[in-house]
């Protein structure tokens, strides 16, 4: 197994398939019902396939017999970062704006959203009643600000630990595609803030069985996350895969990505833009290929949609 695997866990019609980068854990095993021993793969990986597991099973991976931890490729965590993962089936969404794909980008008028603060009950399914006053207004276009799974109930978001999952504070993932897909039906185009330069502090456990997730460097917020390692780059070209594809996001902004450590080769932001991300997660989404190319200076698509910088501080 090499980088181009796949992380997180994968629901088939054989079960689910449990996976880990963990390169320095002795031993790793799945903990659902009971502990199944994961098989340990090349390159740091461990793997399990489990027939009985299904969409909505709970799972932890204990390391090295001592330490539960969240999946950090989590798809959903009902009880927080620290409680368990859950399965999630991603395919039984009923869309009623397939055909939806996006607008012009000289059209876009766009307005930024914390889902927390926009409106009395900071949810997913309470933003799509304001739906119509922000068409109303003459925007086109909305910009979650980070939704991916902090500690606690009140975040910013720039705080995100478990980068593949919606906070459940402000829903579950059938609520976001709803609001997704409410937007779409107005013509609203919907864009995402993703935080790929740091993890939050608080229910981050990689330091413990994947350190080479990080590089003896800081970032103003963190430990800086080392995209020269094959996987890490994995991890976040998979991680912008899955918001556009699962949840149709439009695009994607990419916070402070001056501050992101790269190789001195290909940056991660060249490998998105030429869809290189695609090849290097065939397993992931085999309908991604290299041919979406880079359509402008600070915006790219994957799959049709688009993802930008947020910093000046790029060379291109």
């Given at each position: 197994m090499?980088?181009s695997a796949?992380f997180?866990?994968?629901l088939h019609?054989s079960g689910?398939?449990?996976?880990l980068w963990a390169?320095?854990a002795?031993?790793?095993?799945?903990?659902l019902?009971?502990?199944?021993p994961?098989?340990?793969r090349a390159?740091?990986w461990?793997?399990?396939?489990?027939?009985a597991a299904?969409a909505?099973?709970l799972?932890?991976y204990r390391?090295?017999?001592?330490?539960?931890?969240?999946d950090?490729?989590s798809?959903f965590?009902p009880?927080?970062v620290?409680?368990p993962?859950?399965?999630i089936d991603?395919?039984?969404?009923?869309w009623?704006t397939?055909?939806?794909?996006?607008?012009?980008?000289h059209?876009a008028?766009i307005?930024?959203l914390?889902?927390?603060?926009?409106?009395?009950a900071?949810?997913?399914?309470a933003?799509?009643?304001?739906l119509d006053?922000?068409?109303e207004?003459?925007v086109?276009?909305?910009e979650?600000m980070?939704i991916?799974d902090?500690?606690?109930?009140?975040n910013w978001?720039?705080?995100?630990?478990?980068?593949?999952?919606?906070?459940s504070?402000y829903?579950?993932p059938?609520d976001?595609?709803?609001?997704m897909d409410e937007a779409h039906?107005?013509?609203?185009?919907?864009f995402?803030?993703?935080?790929?330069?740091h993890?939050?502090?608080e229910?981050n456990?990689?330091?413990?069985?994947?350190?080479a997730?990080?590089a003896?460097a800081?970032?103003?917020?963190?430990?800086a996350?080392?995209?020269?390692v094959?996987?890490?780059?994995?991890?976040?070209i998979?991680?912008?895969l899955h918001?556009?594809e699962?949840?149709r996001?439009?695009?994607l902004?990419?916070?402070?990505?001056h501050?992101l450590?790269?190789?001195?080769?290909l940056?991660?932001?060249h490998e998105l833009?030429?869809g290189?991300?695609?090849?290097?997660?065939s397993?992931l989404?085999?309908?991604s290929?290299?041919a979406h190319?880079a359509?402008?200076?600070l915006?790219?698509?994957?799959?049709?949609?688009?993802?930008?910088?947020?910093?000046?501080?790029?060379?291109w």
């Amino acid at each position: 197994m090499t980088a181009s695997a796949c992380f997180g866990a994968e629901l088939h019609r054989s079960g689910v398939t449990f996976r880990l980068w963990a390169p320095a854990a002795k031993r790793v095993e799945a903990v659902l019902d009971r502990s199944y021993p994961m098989q340990a793969r090349a390159e740091g990986w461990h793997e399990l396939t489990v027939p009985a597991a299904r969409a909505g099973t709970l799972y932890k991976y204990r390391i090295d017999g001592e330490l539960e931890v969240p999946d950090p490729a989590s798809h959903f965590q009902p009880q927080d970062v620290f409680g368990p993962s859950e399965v999630i089936d991603h395919a039984g969404f009923k869309w009623r704006t397939k055909d939806w794909r996006g607008r012009r980008w000289h059209e876009a008028t766009i307005l930024e959203l914390h889902v927390g603060t926009f409106t009395p009950a900071g949810t997913f399914r309470a933003a799509i009643d304001k739906l119509d006053h922000v068409v109303e207004t003459g925007v086109t276009a909305i910009e979650l600000m980070p939704i991916a799974d902090f500690a606690g109930r009140r975040n910013w978001g720039y705080d995100g630990v478990l980068l593949y999952a919606p906070d459940s504070a402000y829903g579950r993932p059938d609520d976001l595609r709803m609001l997704m897909d409410e937007a779409h039906a107005r013509g609203l185009m919907v864009f995402l803030d993703v935080v790929y330069n740091h993890f939050g502090p608080e229910g981050n456990y990689l330091h413990r069985y994947a350190p080479a997730f990080f590089a003896p460097a800081h970032t103003p917020w963190g430990h800086a996350i080392d995209y020269r390692v094959p996987q890490v780059r994995a991890f976040a070209i998979g991680n912008a895969l899955h918001w556009l594809e699962h949840y149709r996001f439009d695009g994607l902004r990419l916070d402070a990505v001056h501050a992101l450590l790269e190789t001195e080769q290909l940056s991660l932001l060249h490998e998105l833009s030429h869809g290189r991300g695609a090849g290097l997660l065939s397993g992931l989404r085999p309908r991604s290929a290299p041919a979406h190319r880079a359509c402008a200076r600070l915006g790219l698509r994957l799959s049709g949609r688009a993802l930008g910088s947020s910093t000046r501080s790029n060379s291109w």
